[in-house]
């Protein structure tokens, strides 16, 4: 975003319908929290990533080391960190 410039209405906003000064005044709204929020959730990205790194290290300390390489090996074709569906194959 440009500075000064206002950022644009969020989708869901875009269809309220809001008149010329609600859609103002919401986009103000924005550019006055935005900076604060965007700091917040840069923050909070970096703790929930140690946290999560902190968990998996003490799962992994469960397994064995072919059980680990299998896990990375399904983290590297699905490349998330945690495979959040259970598994649906037969065994």
């Given at each position: 975003m440009i500075p000064g410039e206002l950022p644009p209405?969020?989708?869901a906003y875009?269809?309220?319908?809001?008149?010329?000064?609600?859609h103002d005044s919401v986009r103000r709204a924005m550019a006055r929290w935005e900076p604060r929020l965007d700091s917040?959730?840069?923050?909070a990205s970096v703790a929930l990533g140690a946290l999560a790194d902190s968990a998996d290290a003490a799962m992994r300390a469960a397994l064995t080391p072919e059980q680990r390489r299998t896990l990375d090996g399904m983290r590297t074709r699905t490349?998330?960190?945690?495979?959040l569906q259970p598994d649906t194959?037969?065994?």
């Open positions: 209405l969020p989708p875009e269809r309220l319908g809001l008149t010329g000064a609600q917040v959730m840069r923050g490349s998330r960190k945690f495979i194959k037969p065994h």
